[in-house]
């Protein structure tokens, strides 16, 4: 081994394009109104967070392309309290699997941020373990989840010092929904990449095709579909119902996109089919700079003042 | 399924507007509109989502002013007056008419809909009779979710009572009367005046539109009350099962 530092891969590139607000639809009073208010409870965690980053695959047969953004939402800027969304992505030690998360803190828990993160990193740490031993299609998601709940339930009870605090008292706290999935770094022989999804509460995972007719394909059952009235009500880590969901396996074309996201964004995206799915759909073509990305996921659109996070995965090289 | 516009909290505001009610009374009540304009106007994340609708009744029920955005810029507040008996019957039929068509149209437009919240205040006993107004608030507020019979969009029911109000009857108005979503009721305090205690109630109302809408906002579980200790002077609450105001 020599003494030099190995460096990454680069390549030329266009300058940053220059990041301006986004609406879609009527943008509504707050978006230009509100002026955002720290949270003096948690002052050093950020109300956006992003990232972009290419996963090289073990072949110039492609690797994946990630962009990552969390903000937190109007209301809680209005309200001066903190992000409770997050993300977090990793790839297994092989080299083989991009793991990401996507986790939406319930908000009447006041520290439901502190699950979030904790449901993102390390559901992603053990995901990631678990894989060094199994496929992705026989993960154990009771364990990944029961071990991520005990974490939370140790954090918390450390944290706030509430060494005698039942799970319900723990889950009145801390609470988060959880989204996994498992995407091949490599696409096998027919071009494409398996995903395993598996998804606790109304955080949501999608394939978006801007070139076909239908670009938005939920991986789940769409939150209040059919429904007379709205209602908010979500499964969330510590509480994990008895009888999980069952996992999703869906496959990821080179042409495809896999989009994970909070109700923030899933909320307004409804089925897909209107002009947030549309505006996105354009958006997401190729993977934006991550600036913008963040910018697109902020969108202005009246009364959805929720905390927003998307990860979006793009297989590459895109299609020429 | 599309997308939605908006997602919108839509509240009531049903006003008794029998004689009785002439005079210091209704024009308190008048107050509580442009009081509660003034606070949305303060809070641009409830005024994107907040709907207000206001009905009168006495011998007949009318629609004030229709569901709307109080911010809209030519929106016209309109001045209620006195006028007659206080018929309970025809402001349950009314609102339960009123409710479906308004969330059956936002949802045509495809707003997403929050069950809709009814502060109803009366300052007398209802006049028609009993067995018809049960009926008609039977009809607004029942709805069984296993046989889905009934009123599916039924509002959350606040009653206000001042002055010569039936706390019974009105206790009675509290819908849901149980259950984790419990509804309460605001009586004026005796020795207050119906004015007064009318002033404190849109107060009250203020501050549950306010912290629902914040509730709501945050993914909670719907409409906040103010807690019993943090009343103006003048009124107190009382749940369904409560009995120390007999």
């Known amino acids: 081994m020599s003494g030099t530092v190995s460096g990454g891969r680069h390549a030329l590139r266009d300058p940053r394009p220059e990041v301006e607000p986004v609406a879609i639809g009527d943008p509504g009073r707050a978006a230009r109104a509100v002026i955002p208010q720290p949270d003096r409870r948690f002052p050093f965690r950020p109300a956006i967070v992003l990232d972009g980053v290419r996963i090289e695959g073990s072949s110039d047969a492609g690797g994946l392309e990630v962009r990552a953004a969390s903000r937190r939402g109007l209301s809680h800027q209005y309200y001066g309290t903190t992000r409770q969304d997050e993300f977090g992505f990793l790839v297994t030690q092989d080299r083989r699997w991009l793991v990401v998360s996507v986790a939406d803190g319930v908000s009447a828990g006041e520290y439901s941020h502190r699950a979030a993160e904790i449901v993102t990193r390390e559901g992603c740490t053990r995901i990631a373990g678990l894989l060094t031993g199994v496929a992705p299609a026989a993960l154990d998601w009771n364990a990944v989840l029961g071990e991520v709940s005990a974490v939370v339930v140790g954090q918390v009870r450390a944290e706030l010092d ?38 606790l509460g109304d955080t949501s995972a999608w394939l978006l095709h801007s070139e076909r007719e239908t670009r938005w394909t939920p991986l789940q059952a769409v939150k209040n579909a059919g429904a007379a009235v709205a209602s908010s009500a979500t499964a969330a880590v510590p509480l994990i119902p008895r009888e999980l969901p069952p996992p999703v396996a869906a496959r990821l074309d ?11 964004v899933g909320d307004a995206l409804g089925g897909g089919t209107g002009e947030v799915g549309d505006h996105l759909a354009r958006a997401w073509q190729r993977p934006p700079d991550p600036l913008n990305f963040a910018a697109q996921v902020g969108f202005a659109r009246r009364s959805y003042d929720d905390d927003r996070t998307v990860v979006a995965v793009w297989p590459t090289p895109a299609p020429s | 399924m599309g997308e939605e516009k908006a997602k919108l909290l839509p509240f009531y505001l049903v006003i008794d507007v029998s004689w009785s009610m002439d005079g210091p009374s209704i ?60 018929s309970y019957g025809v402001a349950f039929r009314l609102l339960r008419k009123q409710v479906e068509l308004d969330v059956m149209q936002l949802k045509a437009d495809n707003y997403s809909v929050h069950r809709p919240v009814v502060f109803f205040l009366s300052d007398g006993a209802p006049t028609d009779e009993e067995h018809d107004w049960r009926s008609a608030f039977a009809e607004l507020t029942q709805y069984d979710r296993q046989s889905k019979v009934g009123f599916p969009m039924y509002p959350n029911v606040i009653p206000f009572g001042v002055d010569n109000a039936d706390p019974v009857i009105l206790q009675s108005l509290i819908h849901p009367a149980t259950g984790n979503k419990q509804m309460r009721m605001f009586l004026m305090d005796k020795g207050n005046t119906p004015a007064e205690a009318i002033k404190a109630m849109a107060e009250i109302l203020i501050s549950s539109v306010l912290s629902s809408g914040m509730s709501m906002a945050n993914g909670g579980p719907g409409v906040v009350l103010p807690d019993p200790g943090q009343l103006p002077a003048g009124v107190s609450s009382f749940t369904a099962d409560d009995e120390d105001f007999l």
């Open chain 1, 162 to 199: 509430l060494p005698g605090a039942d799970l319900r008292q723990v889950a009145d706290r801390a609470a988060a929904t959880a989204l996994f999935a498992v995407v091949a770094v490599d696409p096998d022989d027919g071009g494409g990449r398996t995903v395993h999804v598996m998804s």
């Open chain 2, 27 to 86: 024009d308190a009540a008048n107050d509580i509109v442009p009081s509660l304009l003034e606070a949305l106007e303060q809070n641009p994340i409830l005024s994107d989502k907040v709907r207000f609708g206001l009905v009168d009744f006495s011998d007949d029920a009318r629609v004030q002013l229709p569901l709307c955005d109080l911010l809209e810029p030519n929106l016209f507040v309109p001045t209620l007056s006195t006028r007659g008996g206080t």
């Open chain 1, 254 to 264: 080179q042409d495809g996109v896999l989009v994970l996201m909070t109700d923030g």
